[in-house]
């Protein structure tokens, strides 16, 4: 076996490691013990999830290996490598404040992140020279590590919020909870479109007559590029094409693929909400009763001042340092560069509010949901859409 | 000024919240952190006297209280997030093609909203007067904001006392009261402490156990940091700090570096770009995914001279080769306080091409006269003997037909091409060619001779930027500080714990700016198998 398939070996294992792991975790809801104590079924969860993170390391080396780089240079290995992070961090936390429930909300996400990594191509790629540098791989390891750090302080916020927010009326409050499961709900949904389709080996062909290139959908068109020809038959047609602002001859398909993860997190929200028959934040506040929620939001805020300075370190100080190399600047206001500098400024936000104004328990919560949401903007829609010189995605 | 005599006998300046010393609340002050009786104890600033919440007459004053505002620094972090995200909706000027005007740009692409847009000036966002006003106010913000609070912050914590005022102690997030504690059971806490790293100190049987003080300054380290980073921001703007500029180098010349005074000279030896191979199997799926060859390396063979001795004007200088290297991407080439980066490349641009003239009808081509044209060193005019001359009436160094008249993109000669008259003896007036690679367009088709290209000469030029940077070191130096505030501030925790004895019963209260998890841990374990009662956490939220 050559190194590249040790290494999807390795990734895939990681995967469903973690997925039992989640298992494991959820069985501690069950658990009569008083909060803190620790539970068999938390000891096997974590026992796993380390597992899992070793196997994922095996992935990471091997690919690195094969590919004579380290494999954080395009959206497949970013995003799986944000997903370990996310667990390391969570690793991490979990020794610090033994809270199972954290593993519960964290390890999910973090496999979604994985199965999201594993929709873009995974062919190992060569680096054009500017990212030949060990700048490069120093400063994204070091913004995701920070990011997952950052990213636990979402999970902590989530289960406090779930706890908290009261689900007997409805309220704004239990509107953006909802809005909260039904994103994650779109990216799984988004994640199991791609991968049935890809297995379908399903392609439509439009030719874009104004950039005079071909695109290629993998899934079922709903939304035809603007301006684009379809030039597969015998499939099923789109049922309108792009706006017109959206122009270039990806906008189409972008477009496209949102729209199925809308629609396909819809099915599975409107699935949910019929086996539960209440909002699914509802369905889950019982069984995060047993949490602390003063402990929670000391893991909000532990999780943002520990995962701050790493922010920093990796996301605007090495991303300078790097980008003075390859650049001959090291600050050029690349759209990237700029959220990198947005998340900071958010997280700076939240401390001082935090520290100084007294934000604390709902409300600190709340801003580590948006953090979060503004951390998966950059990583996502920063890289998918606006691109700048980062750009991961070509 | 009014100072106010605390009963443990402390002077405390105007303001003082708690009593620097015991720490007793000052009955007429507690409004200014909002302290109610039977709540607990703002320890923020540890009561400390701030400027901005005594003095409040001059118009120094009121700027002092607006600047040293969390909220309004809040606010300012806050808008400058928001004006940031509105530059990345659409790409900068920087970041739109060279050849186009800005305006028609975002409105040809972006339409009204591009226009719009345009018209605000977000399409230079982040250098507008107004973005750079918020970084300032922040950078201004956090000046006042540090100094209001540290030095007061300073003062409390060098004054405070182990003996702390009854009310000080019970008003604590942490507090627990035990009835008849042995002596024996307050040591064995105490060295406990100690083994913990608590600095412990005694004052009449009061003890303070105290640890990582050095944290509370962690912000206002960070925040130096920043201001540090500011100021090499503004230092940019000065040239002897920073200079930036650009030269184009061929292939085998030496042109002078700009910027340095006519001093330094560079000599580009040989440009290369290697690909990578498309035949390697590690990456043949993604070259091939790619549809085009993917650059590996960019890479200029270069020397650098210097000026020797004086320079006389009209006569070359005679040069000392100082430097010899490769400036490759990511890679940068430095003499002195200059740096070179590679930048940007043309390749294959023309050199110079050679012409030979021949009959039209002659199959063999054989010539009758040869010229060479130097793009480099162009003549009006070529003589190729025995009366025959040709004269280059056009140039296009960038060739392209424009509503069908011939026009040039730019002037570097990437597709040359010429319209040549050519003179001799047997032609009455001239004849007219056309010429460019690949064609020679005889206007009229009747021409007795023709023109045809024999060879050409290609080479490479690189691009490259050259910079003197000496804000540089200004924002290492901030960055460093600022990351050691910011770790300072948040690895650590400024904890402390106060045994306060009584007549038959001892108190125990603590107090941490952050981490109360870490700090209700060290606690249990340190009071763990004696009699005291473990402290309350007063404050649990619902
Ligand atoms: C982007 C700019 C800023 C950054 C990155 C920054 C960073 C920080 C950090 C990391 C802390 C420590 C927080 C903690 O330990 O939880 C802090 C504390 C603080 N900052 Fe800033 N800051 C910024 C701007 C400002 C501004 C404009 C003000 C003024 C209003 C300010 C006032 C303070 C204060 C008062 C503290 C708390 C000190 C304490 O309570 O001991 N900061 N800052």
């Known amino acids: ?36 104590k620790q539970t068999k079924a938390g000891t096997v969860g974590i026992v796993l999830t380390i597992i899992g993170f070793i196997s994922q390391i095996g992935y990471f080396i091997t690919r690195w290996i094969a590919s004579h780089h380290a494999p954080v240079s395009n959206m497949f290995e970013y995003m799986t490598f944000f997903g370990m992070m996310l667990v390391f961090a969570f690793i991490i936390l979990y020794f610090i404040y033994k809270v199972d429930l954290l593993g519960l909300f964290i390890l999910p996400v973090s496999v979604v992140v994985i199965g999201y990594a594993s929709v873009f191509p995974q062919e190992i790629s060569p680096l054009v020279p500017s990212l030949k540098s060990h700048w490069l791989y120093i400063h994204v390891t070091t913004v995701s590590l920070g990011e997952g750090i950052l990213a636990v302080s979402f999970g902590a916020g989530l289960i406090y919020l779930i706890r908290q927010v009261d689900q007997t009326v409805r309220s704004k409050k239990t509107f953006w909870l909802e ?50 020809v379809m030039l597969t038959e015998d499939k099923m047609s789109p049922l309108f094409k792009a706006p017109g602002w959206m122009n270039g001859a990806e906008a189409g398909r972008k477009l496209n693929s949102l729209i199925w993860s809308l629609l396909g997190g819809l099915v599975l929200y409107g699935l949910l909400r019929l086996i539960f028959r209440k909002r699914i934040t509802a369905a889950l506040q019982p069984r995060v009763k047993k949490s602390n929620p003063e402990l929670l939001d000391e893991i909000t805020y532990r999780a943002v001042t520990i995962g ?59 801003l580590a949901v948006i953090g979060f949401a503004i951390i998966m903007f950059n990583l996502v829609v920063v890289n998918l859409v606006i691109s700048g010189l980062h750009s991961y995605a070509s | 000024m009014n100072e106010i005599k605390c009963e443990c006998g402390h002077v405390n300046p105007e303001g003082t919240v708690l009593c620097e010393a015991c720490g007793k609340p000052i009955e007429r002050n507690q409004h200014i952190d909002g302290n109610e009786k039977s709540k607990l104890l703002n320890m923020r600033y540890e009561g400390s006297a701030r400027r901005s919440k005594t003095r409040n007459q001059t118009v ?65 966002l982040y250098s ?160 091939k995914k790619n549809g085009e060859m993917i650059p590996s390396n960019y890479e200029t063979k ?94 296009f160094p960038e060739f392209f037909m424009e509503e069908g008249v011939p026009d040039t993109k730019s002037k570097y000669p990437k597709k040359p091409a010429f319209i040549f008259f050519v003179y001799g003896p047997d032609i009455e007036d001239y004849e007219v060619n056309f010429l460019t690679i690949g064609a020679n367009l005889n206007p009229h088709n009747n021409n007795q001779y023709k023109i045809s290209i024999t060879g050409v000469d290609m080479r490479d030029v690189t691009g490259l930027t050259v910079k003197r940077d000496h804000t540089l070191p200004f924002f290492a130096v901030g960055a460093i500080i600022f990351m050691i505030g910011v770790v300072q501030g948040m690895y650590w925790y400024h904890r402390r714990v106060w045994i306060h004895p009584r007549e038959n019963e001892v108190w125990i209260a603590a107090h941490t700016n952050k981490n109360w998890y870490g700090l209700k841990k060290d606690i249990e374990s340190s009071l763990e198998g004696t009699d005291f009662n473990i402290p309350d956490d007063q404050q649990e939220l619902k």
């Open chain 2, 60 to 124: 120094v004053d009121k700027i002092w209280i607006f600047f040293s505002s969390v909220k309004v620094g809040v606010w300012l972090i806050v808008l400058t997030l928001i004006a940031s995200i509105i530059g990345t909706i659409l790409p900068q000027e920087m970041y739109i093609p060279q050849n186009v005007e800005a305006a028609d740009h975002y409105r040809d692409e972006y339409g009204l909203f591009g226009q719009i847009y345009y018209q605000l000036g977000f399409h230079n």
């Open chain 2, 302 to 395: 270069a020397e650098i001279y210097k000026v020797k001795g004086d320079t006389i004007p009209g006569q070359d200088p005679e040069l000392t080769k100082v430097n010899e290297g490769e400036i490759r991407v990511n890679e940068p080439l430095t003499v002195e306080d200059i740096s070179l980066y590679q930048a940007s490349y043309q390749l294959n641009e023309f050199q110079s091409m050679s012409f030979k003239l021949h009959l039209s009808d002659d199959e063999n081509e054989s010539p009758i006269g040869e010229f060479t044209f130097d793009m480099n060193n162009p003549k009006k005019e070529y003589d190729l003997g025995n009366g025959y001359r040709v004269v280059v009436d056009d140039y």
């Open chain 2, 128 to 287: 507008s007067w107004w973005y750079i006003l918020l970084i300032a106010s922040i950078g201004v913000s956090l000046v006042i904001c540090s100094i209001d609070r540290v030095v007061p912050l300073y003062r409390a914590l060098k004054r405070q006392k182990p003996k702390r005022h009854s009310n000080f102690i019970r008003r604590q997030r942490l507090f627990g009261k035990t009835e008849n504690v042995k002596q024996a059971d307050i040591d064995q806490v105490v060295s406990r402490l100690k083994k913990k790293r608590y600095r412990i100190s005694e004052e009449n049987g009061h003890i303070l156990a105290e640890k990582g003080r050095f944290s509370r300054w962690g912000p206002y380290v960070n925040h130096i940091g920043l201001i540090i980073v500011l100021i090499a921001a503004i230092l940019r703007s000065m040239s002897f700090f920073y200079i930036e500029d650009y030269v184009w180098v061929r292939e085998g010349e030496t042109k002078l570096i700009p910027q340095t005074d006519g001093q330094y000279f560079i000599k580009n030896n040989d440009f290369i770009m290697d690909v990578y191979d498309e035949n390697d199997e590690r990456y043949a799926e993604a070259i």
């Open chain 1, 308 to 366: 701050f300075p790493v922010f920093t370190l990796g996301g605007l100080i090495f991303a300078s340092i790097w980008a003075q190399e390859a650049w001959d600047r090291f600050w050029g206001w690349d759209p990237k560069e700029v959220w990198a500098l947005i998340t900071w400024f958010f997280y700076a936000a939240f401390l001082h509010l935090r520290l100084s104004r007294g934000w604390h328990g709902e409300k600190s919560a709340w």
């Open chain 1, 179 to 228: 809005f909260i499961m039904y994103s994650i709900l779109s990216v799984i949904a988004f994640v199991a479109v791609s991968t049935t389709f890809g297995a379908m080996d399903y392609s439509i062909e439009f030719q874009h007559s104004e950039t005079e290139t071909t695109v290629v959908y993998s899934m079922p068109a709903i939304a035809a590029p603007n301006d684009g």
């Open chain 1, 1 to 36: 076996m050559d190194y590249v398939s040790i290494s999807s070996n390795f990734l895939f294992a990681s995967f469903i490691i973690y997925m039992v792991a989640i298992v494991f975790f959820a069985f501690t809801i069950r658990d009569k013990n008083k909060e803190h």
